[in-house]
Each structure stands twice: as C-alpha cells, then as structure tokens.
C-alpha cells in the first residue's frame, strides 16, 4: 500500500467534477454530503460495499483536511483508528501515509490499552486521501453547495415518516436522487465563530444558501431536535520563532508502529521522524486570561460547558494555580509551524499572543501569518461562512493571522438517530461526526464508516447491519450516542469500554476484518484472506502452546530462567507459561523451535493473547448475555404511551422518548424495571406472532424484493 | 435495582423468543442456555416454624449436596427423602439434621438438577446453612424470582404464569428494595456506603492513569493513592467477612409502623399494643418526637413495632427531623398502621372515605407505586377514639366504609375503653401471617448471605489488582472495576459516566 505512487494532487482536482452538469449520471445509491473525515469514509465504505457513491464537498481542495490537530490516534482514539483499518477504511493507511512521528502511548500500561498515535503532514494526509477517493471505484466527486434535502411528504398513515429522494445542489435546476443521503457537514449548524469580542452568527455574514436550506429541512421539515455545543483551535505558531531548547523534547518510537493490518512499515523512515516538544503555562498565562476576560464572549457566553477543560481560559479557571501541559507539536515535514496541543483560545489576537510569550519557550514566538489567500482554504476545513468571517477578521487586523478561535453550533440529538445511523423519522437520510455531537477525527471518521455501509446497504436493499458494544469501540460509541445522547462533544474513552481488556487494538482484525467481509461486504477479499490466514496461524500457535503441556522440572530444564512456581498447576502448557511477566514468546520458541518457530512473525501477538485468555474466558458468558439483548428488536412503531400492558407513566415517557431500539439498549436506559422488561418482551413476543402490518414504504420496486429485511421487529 | 436481576430477565427473554410461535412448555427441557451458576435460597417462609426448606438450583446442586450431606459416592435416588446429618462443606462442622432431597433434571421445578434441605426452622440454622451454600463454588444466593425464571425458561410453566412472572419480580423486586433501605439506613449502610464512594475515587483515579496521563498532567502520586486506598479496602473487608456479628445486629421480624397525623392517638396504640405504657402520652400535639421501637410478638410471629412522630409541617427542628425519621420508617415498612382520630371524620360516609383517602396519600412515601394503586395489602386503617362518637354514628361509618373500594382493611377502636381491640389483633394477626408467608419479608438472614456472597467478590476482585498492578494496569483496573460491580450490587450501580464525572472534576482533562 505504501508502495503505490500517489498521482499528483493537480490531477485529482482535474478529475473531480466541478458542476453537477458535467456528473455522468442524475441519479446514485449514495450522496454523501461533506468531505471531511466522516464524509470521506461514508463515501469510501459506501462505495466498497457496491453502492453507486456521489461525494459533494463545497471545496474539493479540503477533502481530507486536517482541520485542527495535526495528529491521528492516541488511548481510545488509536483503537478506533485500528478499528476503522479492519474495516478496510482509509483513515488507518493514510496515517501510515503522512504520519511523521509515530508513538504507542501507554506503552508500559498493557497492550489492551496501548494508544497507537501519530503526528501527521497535513499536505501528505490530504494527497492521500484524495488519491484514494479517486481509485475508488462506483466513487465520483462533485464540488458544490447542497441548497436542499430532498425528503417526500409524510405519510398520511404514519405521521412523521419521511423518506430522502435525494438533494438539490446551489446554481443547478436538476435535482440528483439518491435512495440514501449522508450528512457529514461537521459545525454548519448554525455556525458561528468567536474570537474576541468578535461574533460571526450564521446568516449575517453574506449570505450561505446551503446550510440555510439544509438547516431549515433537518428542524421544520423533518423535526429533528438539536441542541448547541462548542469547539476551538489554538494559533499556530511559527517555528522559528521559538527557543526549543527551552522545552522538553520528546522523541518519536525508533521503531515507528503502522495503524493498518496491511502496512509492515510507514513511508516515514524511523529516523527520519521529527520530534515533538513539551512545556508548561506558567502563572502569567493565568493573569492574561484574568485580565481579558472581558474581551472574551465565547467564554463569557459560557453556559452549560463540559466537564472536561477545552480551552486554555477554562483550564485555568477552573484550575488555578497548577501549571498546564502544552505540547509543541510539528504539522509537517517541511512545515514552518508548531501546534500548540492545549493552548485553544478565543481571545482577541492581540491577548493572544501576549498569552504565549508567557510561556518561556514562546517568549519570542510569533503568531503564524499565512502569506497566500490558498493556504487558508486548505487550512480551514469550515463552510464559506467561516472563511468569509476569517477573511474579514484578517482585513481589520491588517495582515493574514491565524489566530486561535472558537465555534458554536448545533448538532441533532443523536438519540433520534438507529444503531445504522439513520435518522427514525426519515428513511435513508443517515448523519455522521460532529453533526451527532462528537469530536475528533476518530470519532468522525468510524461513524462515517458505519453509516456509509448502512446507506448503501440501504440503497441496496439489505438489511442493516449493527456492531455491538461488546465487539468493537465503534460498537461503544455509536450505542453511547443512540441510546444516551450527548451533553458535550463526545470522545472516545478506554473506560467506556465495559469489555476492554477484549476490545484490544492488536485483535481488532480478528474482531472485525472477518464479519467486514463475510457479514457486512466492506471488506475487499486481499484484506479477508490476509485476516483468515491471521486467523487461522494464531489458531494453531495457541493449540500448539496448549499442547506443551509439561511437568514443572522439565520447564525448568528447558528454560532456566522462568520463575516457575511449584504449586500452582501439576502440568502447565505453554499457555500458561506465556502469561508469566518476563516470558517472551521469541525465548519459548528458540526453547521449542520445532513446534513454535513457524509462528515467530506474530510473537507480540501471542504473548499478549496468552496474557488475556483467561481474563476473556470470564468476559465471554456476560458478552454473550449482553448479545443476545442486543438481538432481540424492539419495533420502531410502538406507541408507548397507549400500549395495552401493565407499564408506569414513567416508564412509558422514558421508552417513548428514547425509543430504545433493542430491549438490549431497553435495560440499559435509567428508570427502566425488570417487570417493565419483561411485560414489553410479552408484548412484542404476541405481536410477532401475529402478521405484523405490511411493510409501510412501498414506492419502488427493489423493496418489495425484500419486504423483511427492514422489518426491524423480529429477532433475527 | 439490582443489575443481576435483569439477566435472569434476559436469558427467559431470550428463551420465549426463541421458541416463539410454538408452544412454550417443555421444549427446552434440558436447559441449552442453562446457567453455569448454582442459585440457593430459603424457600419456606419466615416466622416461627418448624422446618424450613432451602432449595439449590443449577449444577453445583449434586456437588452441594455429596459435601452437605456427608455422601461421598453416590447421590440418593431420585425424590425420594433421606435423613442426613448437615455439615459445613470446609469445616465439617454439623450445622443440623434434617432430610435431604436430589431432583436430578429435568424432572425438577426449574428443569436443572435441584436439591432441597428440610431443616429446623430457627434462624442461626438457617443462617448456618446458607451460608455453607454459598462456600461451595460455583454457588450464589438466588436474585428476585430466579427460580421462577429459571423455570420459566426451561419451558415448565404455562402462558398464564408466564404472564405473571412480570408482576412477581416486581413485587419481589419490591420488597428486597425495602429490604435494602431498612440495611442501608443502619451503621452497616454507612459502612457500604463509604467503601463504595472509596472504591469510586479509585476506578476513577486508574480510569484517568490509563486514559490521560500521556497527554495530561495527572499527578504521579495517583497510583500510590490508589494503592493504599485499595490496601485498606482490602484489609477493612476481611476484618468485616471475619466477624461473625458484622458490625450490627440486623433487626428481626415483620416491621410494622404506627403513622398518622398529630394527636390521633399512635402512641395510645403502640401502649395498648404491648400493654405497657413503652411511649409518653399526652394531649399536646407533637409529643412523640424520635422513633420509639418495641419488639412484639402478635400470634407467634415476631413483629418489630415502630411509634413515630405525627405528620405535620412544625417550625421546629427537631420534631421536623422526627417527622422525617417518620417517613423513612413508613418507607421501609412491611406493615403500616394509619391511625386517625375518628372525631375529625365527618358523620357522612362519602366525606368520610374521601378524608381517608387523602389522609393515606399523605401517609404514603413518595416514591410509591408509580400506577398510583394503592397498595391495601401493606396498611391497615385504625381508627381511633371510637368512644367519642355516638354508638349509631359509630356502626353506621363502621358498615359503609367497609363498602368503599381502594382502601386497606379498616378496624374502629379505642385505645381508651379497648373497645374494637380485639376485632383489630385479629386483622393485624392475619395481615402478619399473611406477610410472614413471604420468604423475603423480614428475612435479614437471605440478604446477609447475599451481602456476603458480594463482599467476597469484591474482595478477591481487589486482590487481582494488586497482582496486576506492575504488569498490566488494563488488568489491575479491570480488578477494581469488578469489585466496585460486586460492591454495586448491595450499594447501587456505578455507571462509566459517575467515574468520568470524578475524573473531570479531580483533573484538568483537554480537548
């Protein structure tokens, strides 16, 4: 993969369509609305599981785009990265592709909660990502402005039930339909940006048609219920500006580590990675964000923020006197600039940079100016509206700065959404990344995946698919957004995860390359066999290393060194000598070469499966218990409020505003009782066994192929 | 609620959808979804009894039973009763004599191998008995309605029990909530309490070490903490597993409680009760200010009758904190006496009723029944100062209350004259009786051998962080996870999202 020749970006923008008039077709299985990182893997997945794929970017410059971070991975992060790869996504291998200093994070913690990391060149990520989309086949990428969501009227018989026929671009008569449309427009919701005492609300600034027309349709037509989080960025500072000596350096892994299953090294040479820097706030940082709290209505504006600290101003107010971290980080090999991780704000230019010079290692650093009009477009991934904001702000200020900033949108309640990310009340229109209210690349970019399958499985008429919580990170979040919402920008956890020490990043292509592939479709087969044959060699090297099964004197002759306990079992196997702390697989097997020296190239691998078994064999009853719940649906039609069984009002205004999916998801909701779960299961077990009422959307033809497959109330 | 009892939930879930569309009965017969855990629980009711009967259920049940009853090879035959000294399956101690009986399944009530032992009735055996059981791996006292359930999914019983499974987990549910508050209110709740919220702060400190300290500032103490925090925990529980008397004498017996508004005359009863002057009495209102406890023994059964301060709004402190004490007493009660003074009824029987109603409601706690039914079987109407009204007035509210609907039991008296007194022990008599009948209903000894079972959990689950604590924190922390689940299961659930609020509160976590 790392191989391949990257065409050259100039072609990539020649082949993309420029008007929806010059696009092949009127009509696809897909429209993916958004190029970011959810957008890109929606279209990418989409067009893998074999749906004709259209991807609408306003600017096909800033596909692909780093928008803030230039860093893919981290605890959490890295396991969904690793996820997203075993599902044949692209975000893994463009990492390999761009990253420019690798690192495993918690390295000294246990590999269930290694964190996979890497800092990225943002021109090489994006020459990537674009080059992959267009070597995707079914995949076509137009450049455009989405004026309409076009949904049908409701149905008389079931109020509320709308279905996506497509969308309509800015300039252009014709509309383009589609059975599925996903929306990955990231902060457009009503967007505004704040810097200073500096607000741009949406809508005042020029005029943007799209998010209008896209806004309007999601709340009055659709009645989608949205709520309003915020986000920001720090100033990218210039390299040269700063004194790295007075910071702490902080070295890349010698061996860089690569995200994909497929890649045995990264393009970036080990020795050729750049380092990142370490340093600290100071009190004066603290002073100049009490002085200029006046100046700062994003933080004043601040009404219900979240728990954690997302800005320097709330860091220090919230914990004064302690000195915060802040990482130096590079954003590209040949770049002239710095990110500082840790240090986003929205003060006024000016306080900025007086902020930053507080800290020793910035004293002299300058605020990063852009020389041309293009670099800010490929900087800032934002709509029209953000830029022409930023373009004015600059124009005051008198020369082009990148200044910290902040933002403020709506996102839709994702609890309106299906485990497939499709929206309840409109069939076909799924929505992915910040839209849900999450953040991070990760996190966009693994719902992005999933509702990408799930639309063109949609549009092709197979039934959805779900990953469950107790299988994959991917499971865990998108299961926390359905079934709980969000009251800040959600972030993947370690500790989410109830199974974690089972959710490992090193298994994530035993968990998921092989359902990708057989169950699902996203997989290409060169990956599938690549995993079978994973698959199929860890078999044997367990069963190989159960059937060394010898007495502890013998143990000893052959491996002098291992602390080998008397007691504890008459004849140990391999397996449990494994699982001993300072036993490595590469001593066991120069011990045992005829029997284990085949297996050398997946030692890491071993020794960590032989370290968890015995945890994943106690984990194993309570993930099948957890999985069967999750099998048994739950109708979308219910109408709780007047079921004929004996429920409490509480209990029937949870479910009604939830609308759990799966009694799974039903358990797991606060308030819900054990007599409550068992009168519901009644219920749906009767109803079942009636006929249910015909399938209710019958308008084309593919549907009534299938007219099951989206029944969603029985148990499969 | 209990996280536990919603798997058994699931696992009859998962049964009836499965065998949906065909008839439910006896399909599985031999249990493919069986459990691997053995359950066990006190089957026969509590009170003064001659034998009590423990049942197991699950495969554990023959090893039980070889260990308990002394048989070394081979099991009894089949349903068929076997006179056999009990012992303690460690010790070897001899905890009873009694008769033994081995259902090999699926010939049993819940289709698994079961084993009941008919034993002496008294506490201290039941006590010993049960907690042998739950020495004996693979076995755990059994969660609300589990036999039921279990039952149930072996296809043993019929569509119309099926149907009323969900009201028996509720009420099952029920009263072990009340059960539950009666433990937690007491030193031992405390005690519970504090290592929940102890055991909290350090998931929470493990949980930021993994997830944030290679990007944020988390204190290099932490773990150590931590460390020490689960040192402690570890020692104070073993300290707590050993002593027999664990802390505090839970108290026994059906737990009635006097309520009512002031000056109705509640400690005239509790006096005439126990027919000695245990409560001060007197016409001013608010005389009775803290809980006055008196243990009662009404028709062989034992009974734990409460005096409480009248309901009303005071100013003052420390009646305002009887009054609450009052309510938390009503909450957890078994039985409940309302007692009103008859003298503020008025003489129409309509009136009457609706006054009563609204007395009840305001008797009620208030996180009662959400279908708002009254639950009759757990009050009894007393009321009081009959000797104030006229004798006609009298039988006449006597005969038509007895006709209005949605009430509980309702008995005339006075505690001045005795007069409708013994009418009143006879309805309180079969109200107890009935409550009694109960296994659940004031059985501290079910819940103390479930407390136990947990407490144990907890503990080898803190050993396993201290084994992994230098080699892999994934594991160590997966160790203090398990303890604060086992140590949930008496104290309440901790969800992800109560450690990420410790978390963000203790540390200053980014973006």
């Keep these: 993969m790392l191989t391949k020749k990257l065409p050259p970006l100039q072609s990539f923008l020649v082949q993309v369509s420029r008007r929806a008039s010059h696009v092949a077709r009127q009509q696809y299985d897909v429209i993916v609305v958004g190029g970011g990182h959810a957008g890109t893997e929606a279209a990418a997945a989409a067009a893998r599981v074999g749906a004709q794929t259209l991807l609408v970017s306003q600017k096909i410059h800033t596909i692909g785009a780093l928008s803030c971070n230039p860093s893919l991975g981290g605890v959490g992060k890295g396991q969904l990265v690793k996820e997203i790869d075993a599902l044949d996504g692209v975000c893994g291998r463009a990492g390999d592709w761009a990253g420019i200093h690798f690192s495993i994070l918690n390295r000294s913690k246990g590999p269930a909660v290694w964190g996979p990391r890497a800092q990225l060149d943002r021109q090489r990520y994006r020459e990537f990502i674009q080059s992959e989309l267009l070597s995707t086949p079914r995949l076509t990428v137009l450049e455009g402005s989405v004026e309409e969501l076009l949904v049908t009227e409701p149905n008389p018989e079931e109020p509320g039930q709308h279905r996506v026929t497509g969308i309509r671009l800015a300039n252009e008569s014709h509309p383009i339909s589609a059975s599925s449309v996903i929306l990955t427009t990231g902060t457009f919701l009503s967007g505004s940006l704040f810097m200073g005492q500096t607000t741009s609300p949406g809508g005042r600034i020029g005029d943007a048609p799209s998010s209008a027309g896209l806004s309007h349709t999601l709340r009055e037509r659709l009645g989608l219920r949205t709520g309003r989080l915020r986000t920001g960025t720090p100033p990218r500072i210039v390299k040269d500006s700063v004194d790295l000596s007075l910071a702490q350096l902080h070295p890349p892994d010698s061996h860089s580590t690569p995200f994909s299953f497929l890649n045995t090294h990264t393009r970036c040479k080990p020795e050729e990675q750049l380092p990142c820097y370490l340093t600290y706030t100071t009190p004066g940082v603290e002073r100049v964000v009490k002085e200029s709290l006046h100046l700062n209505c994003h933080i004043q504006q601040d009404t219900k923020g979240p728990r954690y600290c997302p800005s320097i101003e709330s860091r220090v107010l919230r914990f004064p006197g302690r000195s915060h971290r802040v990482w130096l980080e590079p954003e590209g090999m040949t770049s002239d600039l710095l990110y500082p991780q840790g240090l986003s704000m929205t003060m006024p230019p000016d306080v900025q940079l007086r902020l930053i010079r507080e800290i020793p290692a910035m004293h002299r650093a300058e605020i990063h100016t852009p020389g041309t009009l293009p670099d800010i477009y490929v900087c800032l991934q934002l709509t029209d509206l953000t830029v022409k904001f930023y373009l004015n702000a600059s124009y005051f200020l008198g020369r082009w700065w990148f200044p910290g900033y902040g933002v403020q949108y709506d996102f839709v309640c994702p609890t309106q959404l299906s485990p497939a990310l499709q929206v309840k009340s409109t069939q076909g229109l799924f929505l992915a990344g910040q839209i849900n209210g999450t953040t991070g690349y990760e996190e966009a970019a693994a719902q992005g995946l999933w509702a990408g399958v799930n639309a063109a499985r949609w549009a092709l008429s197979m039934p959805a698919v779900a990953l469950s919580r107790t299988e994959s990170y991917i499971g865990v979040l998108i299961d926390d957004l359905v079934s709980r919402g969000v009251t800040e920008p959600y972030r993947m956890f370690t500790s989410r995860a109830e199974f974690r020490t089972t959710l490992r990043p090193d298994n994530a292509d035993l968990r998921l390359t092989l359902k990708g592939f057989e169950e699902v479709g996203c997989v290409s087969s060169f990956r599938y066999q690549k995993a079978v044959r994973v698959r199929d060699s860890l078999q044997d090297a367990l069963a190989a290393l159960q059937s060394l099964a010898l007495s502890p004197s013998i143990w000893r002759k052959k491996m002098p060194d291992i602390p080998m306990s008397e007691t504890k079992n008459n004849v140990p196997t391999g397996m449990d000598i494994l699982q001993y702390n300072d036993v490595s697989f590469e001593t066991m097997a120069s011990a045992f070469p005829e029997c284990l020296s085949p297996y050398m190239e997946f030692s890491q691998r071993l020794k960590i499966e032989a370290v968890y078994r015995p945890h994943s064999e106690q984990q194993r009853k309570e993930i099948e218990r957890i999985q069967r719940e999750e099998n048994m649906s739950l109708p979308q039609d219910i109408d709780y409020l007047s079921l004929p069984v004996s429920l409490s009002q509480e209990v029937r205004e949870i479910l009604d505003r939830v609308r759990p999916s799966t009694l799974g998801a039903a358990t797991r909701l606060q308030g819900i009782t054990p007599a409550a779960v068992v009168h519901l299961l009644n219920y749906v077990r009767h109803t079942g066994q009636k006929e249910r009422r015909p399938h209710r959307y019958r308008t084309d033809q593919r549907e009534d192929e299938e007219p099951r497959a989206r029944n969603t109330s029985l148990p499969r | ?511």
């Design chain 2, 1 to 511: 609620m209990l996280p536990s009892v919603y798997h058994g939930v699931w696992r009859a879930a998962v049964h009836t959808l499965r065998t949906r569309g065909t008839p439910p009965c006896r399909l599985l017969s031999t249990a493919p979804l069986a459990d691997a855990e053995t359950i066990f629980a006190l089957s026969s009711g509590h009170g003064r009894c001659g034998v009590a009967v423990v049942r197991t259920s699950g495969p554990a049940s023959a090893t039980a039973l070889k260990h308990m009853a002394g048989l070394t090879r081979n099991l009894p035959p089949p349903r068929t009763a076997l006179l056999r000294s009990i012992t303690h399956p460690q010790s070897k101690e001899v905890l009873d004599r009694g008769l033994v009986l081995w259902f090999p399944a699926p010939h049993s009530f819940t289709g698994e191998d079961c084993v009941e032992f008919h034993i002496h009735g008294g506490p201290a055996v039941i006590t010993a008995v049960l907690q042998a059981l739950g020495s004996v791996a693979g076995m755990r006292p059994a969660d609300a309605g589990e036999f039921t359930r279990r039952a149930f999914q072996a296809g043993k019983l019929g569509l119309t029990e099926v149907e009323g499974l969900g009201d028996l987990i509720h009420a099952e549910t029920e009263a072990q909530r009340r059960q539950a508050l009666r433990q937690m209110s007491g030193e031992l709740g405390r005690l519970y309490q504090d290592w929940s919220h102890r055991l909290k702060r350090c998931l929470a400190h493990v949980e930021a070490f993994i997830d944030f300290s290679e990007d944020e500032l988390i204190e290099d103490g932490v773990l150590n903490q931590v460390d020490s925090s689960v040192c402690d925990l570890q020692a104070e529980m073993e300290r707590h597993l050993k002593d027999e008397r664990r802390g505090e004498r839970l108290r026994s017996g059906v737990q009635v409680v006097i309520a009512g508004a002031t000056n109705a005359g509640k400690s005239s009863l509790l006096n005439t009760l126990c027919q000695r002057p245990a409560a001060i009495v007197s016409p001013i209102a608010g005389t009775t200010r803290d809980v006055v406890e008196t243990a009662l023994d009404i028709g062989g059964f034992p009974i734990l009758l409460s005096d409480t301060a009248g309901l009303r709004d005071s100013p003052d402190l420390v009646e305002r904190e009887g009054v609450r004490r009052a309510r938390e007493r009503v909450e957890q009660a078994d039985l409940t006496l309302v007692v009103v003074d008859c003298a503020h009824l008025s003489s129409d029987a309509q009136q009457a009723a609706a006054f009563i109603q609204g007395h009840l409601t305001s008797v009620l706690p208030t996180q009662e029944q959400p279908e708002s039914v009254f639950p009759t079987d757990r009050f009894l109407l007393v009321l009081n100062k009959s000797d104030l009204l006229p004798e006609e007035q009298k039988q006449k509210l006597d005969r038509e209350l007895r006709c209005v609907s949605g009430l509980p039991p309702v008995c005339l008296i006075s505690c001045h004259t005795n007069e409708g007194l013994q009418d009143f022990l006879t309805v309180l008599h079969s109200s107890v009786k009935t409550l009694c009948g109960d296994p659940l209903s004031g059985a501290p000894t079910l819940t103390q051998a479930r407390h136990r079972a947990h407490l144990q959990q907890c503990f080898a689950a803190l050993a396993q962080y201290q084994r992994y604590r230098d080699m892999d924190m994934a594991l160590a922390a997966e160790g203090v996870r398990l303890a604060l689940t086992s140590l949930g299961r008496i104290t309440g659930r901790v969800g992800a999202e109560e450690i990420l609020d410790i978390i963000f509160k203790d540390f200053c976590i980014g973006k």
